[in-house]
Each structure stands twice: as C-alpha cells, then as structure tokens.
C-alpha cells in the first residue's frame, strides 16, 4: 500500500520520514510569484526532492474564494483562458519531469447554466487530456463535495460522465473520500454505492474525514485526519486491485502519522 501525504502537512524531510509519496500542491507550494513560475525557487525543492525517496503526485491549479488561496492561480476548468491553460500545462509537465503517478484536476464550477458549464469543462478537459497524453502524464479529475451547490461533478454518476465522455486514456479520477462524504451526507451505505460506481476509473486517491454535514467552515470539508470523523475506510476496498497512492490531504504531520495508522487498521494491509 502507498500512502502519501501533501507538501502542506510538513517539510519533505518529515513526510520522507512517515510515508512513501508527496503530493506536491502547486498552489501553495510558494513557487508562483503573481501568475510568474519561479524556476529558481522551485528547483530548489525538485534539489531536496532528489535526495529523498519519494514518489510525487501533483495538484494542479483550481478555483477557489478562500481568502488563503492565491488569486493569480484561480482556475476554473469550465471556464479557461490562455493564461489557465498556461498554469494547468506548468503543473502537467513538471509531472513528466518528476514521473509523477498523477497530476489532480478540479471539476469546473457551475456559472449559470449546468449543462453548458458542465460542456465547457469536458471541452477543456479534453484539451488538457491531449498535452496529458504527449507528456506521458496520466489526470485524475477529482469529486468535490455535494455541500456547496456551484461544484460540479460532485455526484459519482456525473464525475463518470466527465471522464468518459472527454474518452481519454489520460483521464480518469481522483477519489477523495472526504469529499463523497459529504456528498453523501455521512451515509456509509451510500458512500460504498459511491464508491462502486466510480471504481472502474479510479487512479488516484484522496484521504481526509468529516462529519458528513454541512458546517461553515469550508462547507463541512474540514480535512481531518482519518478515523476523526464518520468515514468507513473499509469501502476503499471496493476499487479492486488498486495499486495507486492514499494521499493523506490533511494539514499536520501529526495528522499524518493519525491518518496513516487508521488507513492501515481499515484497510489490513502491511
């Protein structure tokens, strides 16, 4: 089993320490100054990468209102420009660098009408999926959370649609189990349905707990570590023969350490 945990949780050094991959999230991994990569900055973190033993994944750019999150790397997969396709590709072709396993895609958001956001996203996704394909870097289009109604691909259904009618080898999902909870109001029955009914895409996964419910912090989407919220980690084991990494997406090495010892318990594996 592969677990992983985000660059955010701690310095490389202490997450080389505890797991076996690091998600390097490019929004807040400060190698942006404006909208501008930095090549200096962020080859000084692929020069400390280099000592470690670490397998990578990538967290693309997204869209979000958090006043945390960096305004000049807002994107939008139902709305893009030149300048968001220029961010998404930085994200896809370091990912070709690092040989990452996957790089992690944020649905679009809905702008007035569903059906045409939802069509410009797949008509984006199918552009990035083609510069996926020519770098040899596989994308993992992530489910977000059913508690803030302007997400797209929030039900499993329409996270499938996504990916099979975009039809690309270099697409497929990202699970994030925190997310399903929510979606699925802390229901574990219908979490495993979840869980099922996107198995035969998933390549990537995402691992934090909730309680399930709506709250005003971030929607419920709270990011605690497994085992401190409602989740049964046991329906992981609905995608079969799953060979990719748990990425822990919680906040503290602690939380790291937390997650992993639940993910193990739940999961029976060594």
């Not at 999230?25 to 900055?41: Q, T």
């Not at 397998?55 to 979000?64: K, Q």
């Not at 998404?88 to 990452?100: N, Q, V």
């Not at 270099?170 to 929510?182: E, F, P, V, W």
Request: aromatic residues 6%; contains cysteine; negative net charge.
């Amino acid at each position: 089993m592969i677990i992983g945990a985000s660059s955010f949780a701690g310095p490389l050094s202490e997450i080389s320490d505890e797991v076996k991959s690091v998600e390097l999230y490019m929004p807040k991994l400060h190698v942006y100054k404006g909208p501008r990569l930095d090549r200096d900055v962020l080859a000084t973190i692929l020069d400390e990468l280099s000592t470690l033993d670490l397998m990578t994944s990538i967290h693309a750019p997204y869209s979000a209102e958090s006043p945390t999150y960096p305004k000049d790397l807002r994107v939008d997969t139902s709305n893009m420009g030149p300048e968001d396709f220029r961010l998404m590709g930085e994200s896809i072709e370091l990912a070709a660098l690092l040989g990452s396993k996957a790089v992690v895609l944020h649905p679009g958001r809905i702008k007035g009408n569903h059906d045409l956001s939802f069509m410009n996203m797949v008509s984006n996704l199918k552009q990035l999926a083609t510069q996926a394909a020519d770098c040899g870097v596989m994308l993992g289009l992530e489910n977000k959370e059913g508690t803030d109604s302007t997400n797209l691909c929030c039900l499993a259904e329409e996270l499938v649609t996504a990916v099979e009618t975009v039809n690309s080898d270099n697409l497929k999902i990202t699970l994030d189990i925190g997310h399903a909870n929510l979606t699925c109001g802390g229901d574990n029955d219908k979490l495993r349905t979840f869980v099922r009914t996107i198995a035969p895409h998933v390549i990537h996964m995402h691992m934090h707990d909730n309680s399930g419910k709506w709250t005003s912090t971030y929607d419920g989407d709270e990011h605690l570590a497994p085992g401190k919220g409602t989740v049964d980690y046991t329906v992981l084991k609905e995608v079969h023969n799953y060979r990719g990494i748990y990425n822990l997406e919680v906040f503290s090495m602690t939380d790291v350490i937390s997650g992993k010892n639940t993910l193990m318990k739940f999961l029976d594996k060594g």
